[in-house]
């Protein structure tokens, strides 16, 4: 029978590789070039921005320090609480952008439906919109259980979307930017106009009642010192009472007083009460001047018009509740000041508050995950050629060992 060869010549397999060591390095080194800038060149594009968030709040601890000094102040602050921003963050979807996007005409339709579709899928909108956090896990393990804050403040939104197209991402970034910050300054605001109506309309009505309390008892304390009067006359010895004389007031002793002591005490409620009645009357009217313009801004505002254009029409509206003319106590003046307050917080809201921090930025991709897909298809591309130089040399050895 002829010899057979060994299954695999090794000293062949040996002088294969030699001659074909620069080809195999070369392949898997241009295999990882092609491999990592493929990744680079053909992969998504990831842009980033991040909202601002703030909020207004009414706190009565903080009163004008003007006037009645019983208004409070709208206090503005960098941050929502998480509680908030669970009960804001639901604003943010499908049907609320589709509405957002139907008030403009210069959005691209491909855009639109593109965002849409982003937000209409639960999964794709946590990933589109994530909370920023005052501070991280990590930071709070830092600062140790005993320091950790009771509540922390969601600073912020990111907003990221990854595309092919760069620009693409940065656009779809930037109209969800503007659709949330819009939102956000919308629900904020409202809230807070609607809460300044009925706390002014509240005044009004407490103003009104004093008014209607006081001038009661004005005709009721003039009522009584006619009386005093008929009795003075009709008693003229009982205006020479002994100068010595001591009564108590309380507890109704003042009705054994002369009736000219009384009339004088009379008098002097008299006065003291028609000072309420003017201060009541100047109340009334400066809240009924204010809950007119909140009830204006209100109807403005539920026709969601740009930030901007809100702010700049609620300037306006407050010559129309506020005119010109005879102001004698300065009721109107001052409701006016008031108002304008509010305006300064509503402005500091949209420019310093809900608002991007700095305009859609290409988050690079990490050159660690590039050199990891370039090793990974060397190695591939080096495997393969090993492979085919194994089976040439295998195929090689059998050939060699069959029978001629």
Known sequence: MPETS?????????????????????????AGLLAAGGMALLGKQRAEATLGLASLEIDAKKTAPYGDGKTPLIVFSRGISPPEYKTLAPRFDAPAFAEFASRRSDIDADLKARVERELSIEDRRRDLLAPVFGSTRSDLRELGESAKPQENAVLGIRIGYGSRDRERARNVVALVGEFVGESAFHSIARDIISARASEHAASRLVAQNLLVNSRFTISQLESRGRTLEKLREAHPELARGAPQQVVSVAEGGARYLSPTAQVVGVESTLAEYRERVAMADRQARKAAAQQDYYRRVEALAATKPRPEALIAEMRKLVAVSFPEGADPDGAIAEGRNEVLLDLVQFAALRERGVTLIAPPAIAERDPATL??????????????????????????????????
């Open 371 to 404: 050199v990891k897909f370039g090793i990974g298809a060397g190695a591939a591309a080096l495997a393969g050629g090993l492979a085919l130089v194994l089976a040439a040399v295998w195929w090689r050895s059998g050939r060699a060992g069959m029978p001629r």
């Open 6 to 30: 060994a299954f695999l010549d090794l000293d062949d397999l040996v002088r294969t590789l030699r001659r074909r060591a620069l080809p195999l390095l070369g392949a898997a080194v241009l």
